[in-house]
DNA sequence: TTGCGTGCAAAGGTTTTGCATGGCA
DNA sequence: TGCCATGCAAAACCTTTGCACGCAA
């Protein structure tokens, strides 16, 4: 069976997107810097054992405007199951986003549009507060923005 | 200077777009309408001249899941730009949403969450009508649907 | 020992580029 | 005639796949 056994190259991966926490990267991200760290990774193995870890729902992948696969850590699926995610497009931050508003826009696709939203997939783009030139955001104390408004 | 002349294969395009409306299309669409037509185009053409089109901003460029670039006609950027796009994740189809309801989910997360969400480049992702198993949605004539919905 | 995991190389698919030719102005 | 535009083929890229070997259990 798939996963069953513990090698050095998927614990270093692991490692690897223990310490890169949610921020997104590039197989050859993971590729060099492993050829850095003097712990060499074939790519077939990076690109398989993120497929695998996509399939089972901690990473997220997603296609760059430049056509490169981009790949983020979701350190807990069940918990960010739940949730939106918003991305920066200038600093590259993935933001949590658990909002009343975004059932609300769900729940109206679904009866308005017929489209269900996914939230797994779905990456809402845009300027956080940071590059936007407004203060800090405050993200909580886990990275997650909860926020019960409802209009 | 670019774009300078006109040739059959920039006007046989540019029809091409015309009749497309919103639609997505990829360039083996463009290349095998062509085809079709009698009127071959080569496909670096096509690459070339939807860059150029993209570039002074009458197309936008998308990419799918499948890791192939999808082109779609902006007859009027302005009004594209200002409403956003679904996904199917099973059909790959795009949709686009004229929404009050995200007009209002933009002000919310610029509001409460510092987050300035940009119509070009997010993209929401899920199941359309069809592939969820609904009836057909009525996409409207050019292929935008537009709600006034508010809540 | 068993069979999953890995790495290399090759294949597959999409997009870009070099270059000679074609065609607009 | 002067140059931009086009098309072919090759190259450049990214990702997937086949296969033999390595290694965990």
Do not use: W
């Not at 056509?67 to 850590?73: L, R």
């Not at 609300?104 to 939230?119: I, Q, V, W």
């Amino acid at each position: 069976m798939r996963g069953e056994y513990s090698t050095r190259q998927k614990r270093e991966l692991l490692k690897f997107l223990q310490e890169r926490g949610m921020r997104h990267f590039s197989v050859d991200d993971v590729v060099f810097e492993m050829q850095d760290r003097g712990e060499k990774v074939g790519r077939s193995t990076v690109y398989r054992y993120l497929e695998q870890l996509a399939a089972q729902g901690s990473v997220r992948k997603y296609q760059s405007t430049q056509g490169v696969t981009q790949y983020q850590h979701v350190e807990d699926a069940a918990r960010c199951g739940g949730h939106f995610h918003m991305m920066c497009s200038r600093c590259g931050d993935l933001l949590h986003v658990d909002c009343k508003l975004m059932d609300t826009l769900s729940n109206h696709l679904m009866a308005e549009h017929g489209f269900m939203l996914d939230p797994r997939e779905t990456i809402l783009v845009g300027l956080c507060e940071r590059c936007n030139g407004g203060e800090a955001a405050d993200h909580g104390a886990d990275g997650v923005e909860v926020c019960d408004h409802r209009l």
